[in-house]
């Protein structure tokens, strides 16, 4: 069973940074691997996912500009860059990974067990 582990969350001042890093517990092929955030009281939404293959990427439209996804093909893992951080960020992101290029949370198959982001003054 592959386990997807989170890090970099934290409390941050509105207009600025933090990267996040999603490690996989294998070196298992997953077609996708992507990030999700869910805030109080809402449903989970996604961020941002990244076609392992060829590292084609994309966003959603409420980041886009801001954040960033990359591969770390050596260690495996995931990063999401996130700049330009707004109060509306403040959630708790997860990591996913799937078999089929999809915004959809129900279509990924594994999961994280997600890392505090908070922006505010």
């Known amino acids: 069973q592959v386990q997807l582990v989170e890090s970099g969350g934290g409390l941050v001042q509105p207009g600025g940074s933090l990267r996040l890093s999603c490690a996989a517990s294998?070196?298992?092929?997953?077609?996708?691997r992507g990030w999700f955030r869910q805030a109080p009281g809402k449903v989970r939404e996604f961020v941002s996912i990244?076609?392992?293959?060829?590292?084609?990427?994309e966003h959603a439209e409420s980041v886009r500009g801001r954040f960033s996804i990359s591969r770390d093909i050596v260690n495996n893992a995931v990063h999401l860059q996130m700049n330009d951080l707004k109060p509306e960020d403040t959630a708790v992101y997860y990591c996913?990974?799937?078999?089929?290029?999809?915004?959809?949370?129900?279509?990924?198959?594994?999961w994280g067990r997600g890392t505090q982001v908070t922006v505010s003054s």
């Open positions: 996913a990974g799937g078999g089929k290029f999809s915004r959809m949370v129900d279509l990924y198959d594994y």
């Open positions: 294998e070196n298992t092929n997953i077609y996708v």
């Open positions: 990244l076609r392992w293959s060829d590292g084609y990427t």
